[in-house]
């Protein structure tokens, strides 16, 4: 069974640029999140996509965002970057829910190293 | 709001001992999960183990266990017989009841030394 992929594996860009995340998720989960590690941060939650819908954010400005295809597979889209958007992006993909009814974890991708010059 | 507290930024272990991270949690909820995760120097984020609070019995996972005190909300990674692959970061994590968003404590660095 293929794991969540993430491409590319590192982005370079400049300020003000716009940058797009690629994440696919394992076969058969509906649900894709993704994350932010920034150095002294740790990590963050950022966005939470389920069934093509935008479930739920954290704490990011709206020039953070993304959409999930119906097959599953997301974008995270950040607008008008700033240096401090240099951070390592995860996507992870779950069930929502299993078929006895228990959270199903959340399994995480290699991510996207981004880094703003 | 719900936080997690790792106190030990950073530990070093020789191979074959035996070693504890902490970790501590606040919550006010009473249904939740609590968990553990490895990020190698390949970067992935892999789940070592998972605990539900509603379980009295600690988890384990072949040489990782861990002690859940869910009065004193305390959730420590007891790995044994450390081997040179165990070297990574380790992230305490908390969710709660049928979330979404894990919550991560900002991580414990350990070394296996040869």
């Known amino acids: 069974e293929a794991g969540v992929t993430q491409s590319p594996t590192h982005l370079i860009k400049t300020r003000g640029q716009q940058a797009t995340l690629r994440c696919s998720p394992i076969?058969?989960?509906?649900?894709v999140y993704w994350y932010q590690q920034a150095l002294g941060l740790g990590l963050q939650f950022l966005l939470w996509?389920?069934?093509?819908?935008?479930?739920n954010r954290g704490n990011f400005p709206p020039r953070f965002s993304g959409r999930q295809f119906p097959n599953y597979s997301s974008e995270l889209n950040v607008n008008a970057l700033e240096l401090e958007d240099s951070a390592l992006y995860l996507c992870?993909?779950?069930?929502?829910?299993?078929?006895?009814?228990?959270?199903?974890?959340?399994?995480f991708g290699d991510g996207t190293r981004l880094s703003i010059l | 709001a719900q936080t997690v507290t790792q106190s030990q930024p950073e530990m070093s272990v020789q191979e074959a001992e035996t070693v504890t991270l902490s970790c501590t949690y606040d919550?006010?909820?009473?249904?939740?999960?609590l968990f553990w995760y490895k990020q190698p120097p390949s970067r992935q984020m892999i789940l070592v183990i998972r605990?539900?609070?509603?379980?009295?019995q600690n988890a384990t996972e072949n040489r990782f266990s861990v002690n859940f005190q869910k009065a004193a909300k305390s959730f420590s990674l007891k790995i044994s017989d450390s081997q040179l692959g165990d070297t990574a970061m380790y992230f305490c994590?908390?969710?709660?009841?049928?979330?979404?968003?894990?919550?991560f404590g900002k991580g414990t660095r350990l070394h296996i030394l040869p």
């Open positions: 992870a993909s779950s069930l929502v829910l299993g078929a006895d009814g228990v959270d199903q974890p959340q399994h």
């Open positions: 994590a908390f969710m709660k009841y049928r979330d979404d968003k894990i919550i």
């Open positions: 919550t006010s909820e009473s249904n939740y999960y």
């Open positions: 996509y389920d069934e093509g819908e935008e479930r």
């Open positions: 076969s058969g989960h509906t649900s």
């Open positions: 605990q539900e609070a509603y379980k009295q």
